[in-house]
């Protein structure tokens, strides 16, 4: 068995910092935890897309866990795929330099025994950067190279919400006809597992004969209407030949915050729009 720990959305600033007790109950958590790597799914900060202190603070922030960290991006740090929900804060080059300069990868492979997980770069599919292309190529050449293991695809949105069908684009999950691609790719490979993070919620679904994990923020609870259990917490996951068991960890003293009263109830409209509070961290 091999276990991985997967952190997801903790929208981290070192000028808002709501969130930041939450983190570090989860790294503390996380590191009593003996796991082969600890995935942090996206959405690290709170305006990646256009502050290098933020995407500097949470490159920090990912120091501090024990072992192979693999991060991936998500649109809170270097913006959405078109048409996007803030058409301020869409991909672009320098955004993804910004993630390149401070994180490292946006995309990886990590082994364990009998399974194949590839993490790769969601805010891609549909951008029509060159490195949706890139990443589409490295995905082929990484699925063709995992015959024989089981495969699980980690990104930060989901592919879809209830069904693949789902014709119209939606900010929750990728768009339909990158979608489409994506899955036909998926689909060359023995794919059991798509593990994703941005609805903070958690829910556990196969759909078609695909397990679709959605693991909660470490932030706030998600308040789109959709299924799922929107209390936060993170994720360990247990690879044992088919079987992949899911313990939601919920530390003591860990807030599912309100994302609206945050937010004063419609009186700003984007965090970063809040008066700084910076988090309190000790020296
Ligand atoms: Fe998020
Ligand atoms: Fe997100």
């Not at 990590?110 to 890139?134: I, K, M, P, Y």
């Not at 807030?255 to 937010?263: F, N, R, T």
């Amino acid at each position: 068995m091999t276990r991985v720990i997967v952190l997801s959305d903790p929208h981290l600033s070192p000028t808002h910092g709501f969130f930041w007790p939450n983190w570090q109950l989860a790294c503390d958590a996380a590191s009593r935890i003996e796991a082969a790597c600890t995935i942090v799914n996206g959405d690290l900060c709170i305006d990646g897309p256009d502050s290098d202190a933020e995407m500097e603070f949470a490159a920090r922030a990912l120091a501090a866990l024990p072992g192979t960290v693999l991060p991936l991006p998500g649109n809170h740090d270097i913006g959405d795929e078109p048409p996007g929900q803030d058409p301020n804060q869409i991909v672009d080059e320098p955004r993804l330099t910004r993630w390149d300069n401070a994180i490292g990868a946006d995309r990886w492979r990590f082994q364990l025994d009998g399974w194949t997980l590839l993490g790769v770069n969601a805010q891609l599919f549909g951008s029509g950067l060159a490195r949706e292309t890139e990443q589409n190529d490295w995905l082929d050449a990484m699925l063709t190279d995992s015959k024989g293991d089981r495969v699980a695809l980690v990104l930060h949105k989901p592919l879809f919400v209830e069904s693949p069908d789902e014709a119209l684009p939606s900010p929750a999950c990728l768009c339909p006809a990158p979608r489409g691609e994506l899955i036909q790719r998926l689909c060359k490979a023995d794919i059991r597992l798509v593990v994703s993070g941005h609805l903070h919620a958690h829910r556990d679904r196969s759909i078609d004969g695909l397990r679709h994990l959605w693991v909660p923020s470490l932030a706030f609870s998600g308040s789109h209407g959709f299924d799922g259990d929107g209390r936060c917490g993170f994720a360990v996951l247990d690879f044992d030949g088919d079987h992949v068991g899911v313990e939601i960890v919920r530390p003591e003293g860990l807030v599912s915050h309100d994302l609206a009263a945050i937010k004063q109830h419609g009186r700003y409209r984007f965090l970063r729009e809040i008066p700084p509070s910076p988090p309190r961290i000790a020296a």
